[in-house]
Structure formats: C-alpha cells, structure tokens
C-alpha cells in the first residue's frame, strides 16, 4: 500500500514554502521513493526522488535550490519521505503525487501510486 498523507498541500502566496509528506508502507525497503506533479491537461512530470541509499535525482531544474527531499525510515515496513518546497512560484502549481519505484527510470519505474495533493501558488 501507499499513500500520500497529503499533510502539508494547500494554497501559499508566491515566495512561501509548503512541505508535503508521504506514508508509504507494504513495499521493499529497497524501492526509490519519489515525487511527481501534474498540471491539468499536462504530464506528469518527476520532481525529485530518493534512492533507497539516501541518493536524490533530480528530474526538473527549476527546482534546484529551492526543493529537497526527505526520507525517514520507521521501521522495517513503513517510511516518510517528505518534499520541502520552499520559494514557491506559481509555475510550481500542480497536483504532487508520491510513488515508490526505481528512481533511475524515473516516471515509467514507478510501481506504486499514492494520491495526489494539491498545491496552488497565488502569484
């Protein structure tokens, strides 16, 4: 099972932070686990992704410096993984999705789908 907690998704003004939080669980300790958004009408596109060795990939420039990520292990059957998103601009507006897979591969490595949270920055 997966799941995206949705801790964190709503609306902030252009220049805030959010930071989203992921539960994710029922997988192997040895999945990437990483986060995705997609605009309406867009593709979905990766954002950043932690391997199971602590080793982030980063899918998209436009967040470098601006977004990490996070994950926490909390014991053998459950992890966190958080994105941090910090000068938000209104281009960053998308529903975030998490998902575990191979993070290499990117979109089509991903095997497990949490659902989707909405984040919307005012200009």
């Known amino acids: 099972l997966m799941s995206a907690a949705g801790v964190g998704g709503g609306l902030v003004q252009a220049g805030g932070s959010l930071r989203l939080s992921c539960a994710a669980s029922?997988?192997?300790?040895?999945?990437?686990i990483g986060w995705f958004r997609q605009v309406p009408g867009g593709l979905r596109e990766g954002v950043l992704c932690v391997s199971s060795a602590g080793v982030t990939t980063t899918y998209v420039d436009s967040v470098k410096g601006r977004f990490t990520i996070s994950r926490d292990k909390k014991d053998n059957t459950k992890e966190s993984v958080d994105l941090q998103m910090n000068s938000l601009q209104p281009e960053d507006t998308a529903v975030y999705y998490c998902?575990?897979?191979?993070?290499?591969?990117?979109?089509?490595?991903?095997?497990?789908w949490g659902k989707g949270t909405l984040v919307t920055v005012s200009s």
């Open positions: 998902a575990a897979g191979d993070c290499v591969e990117g979109f089509y490595g991903m095997n497990y």
């Open positions: 029922g997988f192997t300790s040895s999945y990437g």
